[in-house]
Nanobody, 125 residues
């Protein structure tokens, strides 16, 4: 059974950094596009970043967040710098249905078929 487990969330102050990890079991992450999404209270879940043959970022995190993967550890990371209160949310890791997808498709939740349970990130201002 494929499983994604996120970790690394926590409570930080504005301007701090955090690195989220997404460890996979039962599947090989390098064979698929991988994405990070987030959901704040009362809001829709939104795209944050994704990686396949290239990295794609939402405008709100571009220049502050970096997505990467370590295929030897079967893990995807989200390095978050210069955190802002608006970044507070539950962050979800997701596995894409394919490795190569369009830039538009990689930002859509429908392009992902496995999701982690989420990790909470809270940024105090």
């Amino acid at each position: 059974q494929a499983q994604l487990v996120e970790s690394g969330g926590g409570l930080v102050q504005a301007g701090d950094s955090l690195t989220l990890s997404c460890a996979a079991s039962g599947l090989t992450l390098s064979s698929y596009a991988m994405g990070w999404f987030r959901q704040a209270p009362g809001k829709e879940r939104e795209f944050v970043a994704a990686i396949s043959g290239r990295q794609v970022y939402s405008d709100s995190v571009k220049g502050r967040f970096t997505i990467s993967r370590d295929n030897t550890k079967n893990t995807v990371y989200l390095q978050m710098n210069s955190l802002e209160a608006e970044d507070s949310a539950v962050y979800y890791c997701a596995k894409g249905t394919f490795l190569w997808v369009t830039t538009q498709a990689i930002q859509r939740q429908a392009s992902y078929n496995y999701w982690g349970q989420g990790t909470q990130v809270t940024v105090s201002s």
